[in-house]
């Protein structure tokens, strides 16, 4: 490992080391929480007996939150001290962890899953605003190496380690680990060294809210969209509310004299393409991380344990490439390799229609290690180049902004792709067990939805005779894979247009004034110098 913690004076050795532990400790939870979590949901409802939305929130609760709060409290970071908010950050998510753990109801687990995620907001913003803080140079490109490396680990291991956890201690114990975790971690960080922006003087609240609720209100329509109907008052409602809160949420920051979004930063065709960067990527990784473990135990009847193992195959290689793209900036631009992971994802997105129910797994072991490979890069990179694109003064807004748009886009990925799985597996369910007699027969929603939690056995049993219910299973299973096929298709498209749009921003050589007074070719030379 790189000795980031020496400095000429050998004082603060220790304290640097310290902090990237803790750090990278906090950030290994995160990702664990987002994956980790998917593979325990069929269980989840299968004990509380809860609807596919209320499964669903357990996911979306948290990554709402997540992406909800991360420019407020990068912000608010900014103001009271990152050290501090990294403290009340991991706090929050251990108490989130806990009450999930200890949860007697759907609601209650909801309810934890979203302070969990306002915890992990904290924890994130700040964290990366005290490593760009208390690392400078080469030394600060490695220290985020290891912070994309820390996520890879969380990423890799989280549903493997949450189908073990499922399969022998129960779903509970997902979330148990990481509060004894965060207890352990909030030790470590009595040795951080508080920093803050001088310059702050106030939170930007009417920019949370708004924000807030805008993204709120469109997960709720995706969610709600495949249960009540996409023409139902709910859903076109909370579609137009959005709107209208983006709306006023642009207004807000542009009107505002200390924004937490720094809109002029839009207009930075470099700042723009890393954003967007990361889209294809929350597109493409995150809804398989959510939805494969489902279609595996429902249509090939395996455990969550074994759901989770298979999923290394589009995890494992994440932990491996972070450190592989930072050492890989000597000869290959970190602009280059972030256009080349968006074209990896679409590609691979593609590829993945190849997966058929009972399949060999290893015919899917291609797409899924090259959206892999393209993943593990971009956590190398993208944090690190968006962090140093402005001063340090700036860090907490700056790790705010980026975050906001991966962790949003994180959020919206699972909505859209569930709204789309869900549609088109209802529409084959109709057409495919018409001739069956179940309790699902005239009810496809159902189906699709107990589909999408991985539990075919249970509409299985309702068959009659019995001696039709591996019919019904094959056809059912066939649907699902229908649905499967039509969402990666969907995915894979957005991210081929991504791609293009992503392109031609980073060739941008046009620079423009930010409010630092940097130019932006002055900000690529920072860093590009930052990831040498």
Known sequence: MPDLASTPGGAVAPKRGLTLTAVCLTVVLFPLAIAGSAVAVPAISADLGNSLAAGQWVINGYNLTYAGFMLATGSVADIIGRRRMFRI?????????????????????????????????????????????????????????????????????????????????????????????????????????????????????????????ALLLLVLALIQGPQSGWGSGLVIGSLVASAVMLVAFTIVEKRSSEPMFDLSLLRQPRFVGVSLATIPVVFGFTPLAVYLPSYFMAVNGVSAQQAGLLLIMLTGLTLIFPSIAGYATRWLSAQAQIVATVAMVAVGMFWLVVIEPKQNYLVILPPLALIGIAVGISFGLLDGLAVSSVPSSRAGMAAGMFNTVRLAGETVAIGVAGAVLISITQAAVADSITGFSSAYRDDPAALANLLNQGELAKATDTVTPASDQAAFAAAASEAFTTGIHGMVIVLGALCAVTFVVVGLLLRARTPVEDTTGETEATLADRTSGSNA
Do not use: Q
């Not at 605003?129 to 989280?158: K, M, N």
């Not at 030790?187 to 609720?213: C, I, Q, W, Y």
């Open 89 to 213: 950050g991991v706090a929050l998510f251990g108490l989130g962890s806990l009450l999930s753990a200890i949860a007697p109801g759907i609601a209650l687990l909801d309810i934890a899953r979203a302070i969990a995620g306002v915890g992990a907001a904290a924890a994130t913003t700040s964290g990366s605003a005290i490593l760009a803080d208390t690392f400078d140079g080469p030394a600060r490109a490695r220290a985020f190496g290891l912070f994309g490396t820390a996520v890879g680990l969380g990423l890799a291991f989280g549903p493997t380690l949450s189908g073990v956890l499922t399969s022998n201690l129960g779903w509970r114990a997902v979330f148990a680990l990481p509060a004894i975790v965060t207890a352990v971690v909030l030790f470590t960080t009595t040795g951080m060294t508080e920093s803050r922006n001088p310059h702050a003087r106030k939170v930007d609240v009417p920019g949370m809210a708004t924000f807030t609720l």
